[in-house]
């Protein structure tokens, strides 16, 4: 448990980091773009936060992780989806339907609201076991959920998802499986890392990787292809340099990324608001990326919240 002294650190770091915001990287956004139209073949990604992503073409769209609950840090043992915000937020984002809403682990702030949002519009839960677990807790029907093994893929209309064995960052929080269903409320703890996917998102002969956590198994995206890559960067600043090093080398370059767009960076424990709001270490992250980005020739963009955006512009 941490210290109040902590505790208060904390958030007058997140606190300072809030005023510098994002106004020195407006020029590395992704440009807004309209919503994909049916039968344009085009694509749109909005980013809402953390690592919840929404993929669209106009016939279809699928989420990662689909969390909008903000729960404050001192809030953690008694946590619980926020219905309210959740359907706020899928109207803002101008969601109605999803053929599926895929946790990329089973952490709170990856799969506390995904059972709800299946829920809400219609979506398939696809990810593994304890993200299942989480689902069967508040009743969503076996029918609804499909559990995945490292390897395999499954389509969405013109998406095909692959689900890759990934690793967490290291940081040794709620690790293992979910093993029986979780209801809620429940402690934040309670939601299990289970198993960690680098998601591989194919459509229309182009690729995207989606990497929740800054964590990867060496090895494993071998003779993988990607386009773009959408980076869990959260506490990978703090980490050393050869882990960092290893990260860059495992997850962008091994897939032929001309593109990274940083996710995972905003502070979650606060209101989403007109957010997202950078936490202390996105800066220090950003840093590592450009230079990474600039010495190997891949582009670093950052996305847009709340707005669609086109993830190969300029490719
Ligand atoms: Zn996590």
């Not at 958030?11 to 440009?31: H, I, N, R, S, V």
């Not at 992780?65 to 043992?77: C, E, K, S, V, Y």
């Not at 995945?148 to 690793?167: I, M, P, Q």
């Not at 995206?221 to 890559?229: E, I, S, T």
């Amino acid at each position: 448990m941490k210290s109040i002294a902590t505790l208060l650190l904390g958030m007058l770091a997140a606190g300072a980091c809030a005023a510098a915001g994002l106004d020195d990287y407006k020029e590395q956004m992704l440009p807004v773009v309209a919503k994909a139209e049916a039968g344009k073949k085009n694509l749109t990604v909005m980013f809402t936060g953390v690592a919840t992503l929404l993929f669209d073409d106009g016939e279809t769209a699928i989420m990662t992780d689909g969390f909008f609950t903000r729960i404050p840090q001192n809030a953690l043992r008694s946590i619980r989806p926020d219905r309210d915000a959740i359907a706020r937020s899928l109207q803002r984002a101008g969601v109605k339907t999803l053929a599926a809403v895929i946790p990329v682990h089973s952490h709170f702030d990856h799969a506390l609201d995904s059972p709800i949002v299946a829920q809400e519009t219609g979506a398939l839960l696809v990810g593994s076991s304890s993200t299942a677990n989480i689902g069967k807790g508040y009743r969503l029907p076996d029918a609804r959920m499909r559990v995945l093994n490292f390897g395999e893929s499954v389509a969405f209309g013109r998406f095909k998802v692959t689900f890759l064995n990934s690793s967490h960052l290291p940081t040794g929080y709620a690790t293992g499986p979910i093993t029986g269903p979780l209801t809620v409320p429940n402690s934040a703890s309670e939601f299990r890392e289970g198993d960690c996917y680098s998601l591989l998102i194919e459509h229309e002969g182009r690729s995207i990787l989606v990497q929740g956590s800054a964590g990867f198994v060496p090895g494993a995206l071998n003779g993988r292809k990607a386009d773009v890559v959408y980076l869990g960067i959260g506490g990978m600043g703090a980490r050393g340099e050869p882990y960092r090093d290893a990260y860059w080398q495992e997850i962008v370059r091994s897939v032929g990324a001309k593109r990274v767009v940083p996710i995972h960076w905003d502070n979650f424990f606060i209101p989403l608001g007109d957010g997202p709001v950078p936490n202390s270490d996105f800066y220090r992250s950003m840093e590592f990326l450009q230079a990474r980005g600039k010495a190997d020739g891949v582009d670093i963009r950052l996305p847009p919240a709340w707005k669609p955006a086109d993830p190969y512009s300029g490719l």
